[in-house]
């Protein structure tokens, strides 16, 4: 082989390395401009089988920073279902209410109250979640009086800075029941 042939395929080695580099940092570039998190419920029911007992459901609703940088600005935007025999319950206030200031991982409602069915809700004090952490709108409670049958869902969508279309939780909470009336004797 001549010093020739050994410069040239230098050369072309050099080229595709540089290729090879470049398609690298925009891979990294990308990466970092994603957005790494996702959001998901926890949740347990206690259904009665009688029409005159109160169901409910404890939830929680999670949203998980999986990425490398810090989530600003985190909304999480539940929804119950349309006809939904729900009402939900948890640790949120209005603005420009006083909430005590002691009063540990209290959300703010965002949206007009006199929808029933939507929740948009902000941390109060936290406004960032770092990688690796988990932000949580901890043990709020769906209530229901059981009738003959009943249907319902609850879904999340999270929004942050970065993301303001959202991103829908990874499950929802959907509940349905019969009742079945016991026939006089």
């Known amino acids: 082989m001549s010093s020739y042939d050994i410069e040239g395929k230098l050369k072309e ?5 540089q290729l ?19 959001s998901f419920f926890t949740y347990a029911l206690h259904v009665s089988h009688t ?7 404890l939830g929680s609703y999670h ?7 810090p989530i600003i600005n985190p909304i999480v935007q539940l929804t119950l279902s349309p006809d939904a025999p729900f009402t939900l319950h948890g640790k949120f206030s209005r603005p420009n209410t006083t909430l ?31 990688p690796g952490e988990t932000l949580s709108f901890s043990n709020f409670q769906l209530t229901w009086i059981p009738s ?35 026939e006089e004797e």
């Open 13 to 17: 080695l050099h080229h595709e390395t």
């Open 20 to 38: 090879y580099l470049k398609e690298l940092k925009e891979a990294v570039t990308k990466q970092k401009n994603s957005v790494h998190y996702f």
């Open 51 to 57: 029409p005159e007992e109160e169901s409910f459901c």
């Open 63 to 69: 949203i998980h920073n999986s990425g490398a940088s």
């Open 100 to 130: 005590p200031a002691r009063l540990v991982n209290a959300w703010e409602r965002l949206d007009d109250a006199s929808d029933p069915s939507l929740f948009k809700l902000k941390p109060i004090g936290q406004t960032i979640i770092q």
């Open 148 to 182: 003959s049958s009943y249907a319902g869902s609850v879904t999340g969508i999270s929004f942050t800075d970065r993301q303001p279309i959202g991103i829908p939780a990874l499950n929802s909470i959907n509940i349905n029941g019969t009742i079945r009336m016991k």
